[in-house]
């Protein structure tokens, strides 16, 4: 009986390897049909002129990200001066300074939202 069931592991083996080798080959088939895609759509893309025009992209890209952050920046650091400069006159110490913080947040997420074109005029 003990040899009953080691035939049927070794048939077990058997199968699992051959269901491997099949699973290898369909990942191989798979890796060269995107191999071809890719480099099919290589191809097209490097033709002369894009690259420039892709520089371009970016540097608009990057010079929006820099002035979104910018205005983000600045509404705080406004906030955040004309907060300490209500507490030195009033000296009111960290309220005013904690209020005009939180009010120039969210100034400055109102100019980026209103920047970015995300809120449209909604007059």
Known sequence: MA???NDGANGNRDQSSS???AFSAR???LDNRLSEIRDSRKIGTDQPGTE???RAARASAMALGFRLS???VAGVA???GIGWGF???LSTSPFGF???LLLGFVAGVVNVVRSAGVASGRR
């Open 70 to 72: 910018s205005e983000l």
């Open 52 to 54: 420039s025009g892709d």
């Open 78 to 80: 406004v906030g955040a």
């Open 3 to 5: 040899e009953d069931t």
């Open 98 to 100: 904690i209020v005009f």
């Open 87 to 89: 507490d030195r006159l």
């Open 27 to 29: 990942l191989g088939s």
């Open 19 to 21: 269901d491997e080798a």
